[in-house]
């Protein structure tokens, strides 16, 4: 090998490093670049995650732990202002009656607060006012 063959092929093993050089860091910022756009769509399915877990929470009937419905699991205030599903309000009241036979009216006691509320015995759906904001958010984010 002439001394000018090895100094072309210093200079092209120079040349190769260089790019290979130049490739590593290219492909570091690519990847680089891509975490970053990556972040805030992983973020925002944590956000997504977070607020349906919310909205199921809100919506599930704090004695079943069942989604309210418009039908049978409708979301009754009880008159301490607590919301519990039509069904459990049901059952509720006819556990109260077993307990205080003969009468028209049971005391029952709200399961979240455990105040002794006076309802109307049997059961009627009617006698509770339909949480109506909870129906709409229901409806508003189905
Ligand atoms: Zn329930
Ligand atoms: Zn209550």
């Known amino acids: 090998m002439s001394a000018r063959d090895l100094r072309n092929a210093v200079r092209r093993a120079r040349e190769s490093r260089a790019r ?10 690519l990847r680089e670049r891509c975490e970053e756009m990556k972040r805030p769509m992983e973020l925002q399915k944590i956000r997504m995650e977070e607020i349906k877990k919310e909205r199921k929470e809100l919506l ?68 509770y006012r339909r949480n109506e904001d909870l129906i709409t958010f229901m409806e508003e984010t189905q």
């Open 60 to 127: 599930e009937c704090p004695v079943c732990r069942e989604s309210f419905n418009t039908a049978e699991k409708v979301p009754s205030f009880l008159a301490c202002d607590d919301t519990v599903c039509g069904e459990c309000v049901k059952k509720i009241v006819e556990v109260a009656h077993g307990e205080q036979i003969g009468r028209n009216r049971v005391t029952i006691q709200c399961p979240e607060c455990r105040e002794g509320i006076e309802v109307p015995y049997p059961f009627n759906p009617q006698a």
């Open 20 to 29: 290979l050089e130049e490739a590593r860091r290219r492909n570091k910022e």
